[in-house]
């Protein structure tokens, strides 16, 4: 069985269910997944296609799976120049590419024994983890900073969940729920603490190495906010490689929004300046203080990568662009096709690109 091993000082941990950070504070990581040939589950079109990759028990998958059909979203080509392809990733049971991680961590925790889960999202994570909760049979209580969208709110208490509104920010909700949980011993279902996350969004990078033949991409643009797309596809295309069912890692693209960009400040070399951040259309990626900044900003070095950022007029002028082509997504999803259809060197990218399309519009 793999372990929880520390992102920043090593330490290892077995996995419980009232461990979600490192005694040091840090985000925990999960111990390498063991060399193996690459197996898929051909019978099923879902993230537990992927089955076999995943860090759960394999005596317990069977019947602890959690699934509401989620995975196998559509990868489209766009007629722009180059060989361009958009992932409608908000094409999942509650609109967003949450439902990725959430299905994966709330089978982890359904495979603890958990009967009671909490968790702190702007919004989409916090509906992905009330839905996989409400099916897996468990009660889920969710904070969300004040400003969160009353859509959203709506659909989380829909879903069974009671929601806790805190002032502030992301920030303020994730200190809110720690408060909470602290010495508890409740599950913490934190999208970003919690690995069993990323091995639910590393999906993405297995699907779209189906969806080009086989092949890995050259280019991929994500949202970066806490970085779970962005940490979870750079996992999936390091396992394919690994695994040589892939000759190279793609080139990560991290989109911000340009009013709150701390990973496009510390790939600038630029110092944070929180004071300097104010409110932006795509609340999704408004994370001041991710906890994972320093391995976002690794897994993008170590791709070739680089940070883009979009201006919250770029970002209502893609919503609308794709919104004539038939794709109506929140402004989060929105914000990189700006930014990606803005940079002067698009062009000269390494093919195919892929961008990420990651939440609905109706969300917003």
């Not at 193996?36 to 990759?53: F, H, I, K, Q, T």
């Not at 996989?132 to 989380?156: C, H, I, N, W």
């Not at 969806?211 to 750079?234: D, H, I, K």
């Not at 976002?296 to 990568?305: D, E, I, N, T």
Request: hydrophobic content about 45%; proline content about 6%.
């Amino acid at each position: 069985m793999r372990t929880y091993v520390c992102s920043s000082c090593g330490e290892s941990f077995p996995v419980e269910p009232g461990r979600w950070c490192c005694s040091c504070g840090a985000p925990l990581d999960l111990s390498p997944l063991p060399a193996a040939p690459l197996r898929l589950d051909e019978g099923l079109r879902s993230v537990w296609r992927y089955r076999a990759v995943m860090a759960l028990d394999p005596g317990e998958t069977a019947w602890r799976r959690v699934s509401l059909g989620e995975g196998g979203t559509p990868l489209i080509s766009e007629p722009v120049s180059g060989e361009v392809y958009l992932k409608l990733d908000f094409l999942m049971p509650t609109l967003s590419y949450k439902d990725r991680g959430a299905a994966v961590l709330v089978s982890k925790a359904a495979e603890l024994r958990v009967g009671r889960l909490v968790a702190d999202s702007s919004g989409n994570a916090g509906t992905a983890m009330a839905a996989y909760a409400a099916r897996a049979g468990m009660d889920a209580e969710v904070f969300v900073p004040a400003s969160t969208s009353q859509k959203k709110v709506d659909q989380l208490r829909r879903l069974g969940a009671t929601v806790q509104r805190v002032e502030g920010d992301r920030t303020d909700a994730a200190a809110a729920v720690r408060d909470r949980i602290r010495g508890t011993g409740v599950f913490y279902a934190s999208h970003v603490y919690n690995p069993f996350f990323l091995e639910g969004t590393k999906t993405f990078a297995y699907e779209v190495w189906e969806q080009l033949g086989r092949r890995a991409p050259g280019t991929v643009v994500v949202p970066a906010g806490n970085g779970t797309l962005l940490l979870g596809a750079a996992l999936g295309f390091r396992e394919l490689v690994a695994a040589g069912a892939a000759e190279r890692t793609p080139r990560l693209v991290a989109v911000q929004s340009e009013l709150c960009d701390p990973l496009a400040a510390a790939w600038d070399g630029r110092r944070a300046d929180l004071a300097r951040w104010t409110a932006t259309v795509a609340e999704g990626i408004a994370i001041p203080d991710p906890p994972r900044l320093a391995q976002m900003l690794r897994a993008v070095q170590a791709s070739g990568g680089l940070c883009l950022t979009a201006t919250d007029e770029q970002i209502d002028g893609a919503r609308a662009a794709l919104a004539a082509r038939g794709i109506d997504v929140e402004p989060t999803a929105a914000a990189v096709w700006a930014a990606w259809r803005a940079w002067p060197q698009a062009a000269d990218t390494p093919t195919p690109v892929v961008v990420a399309l990651s939440g609905a519009g109706l969300k917003a």
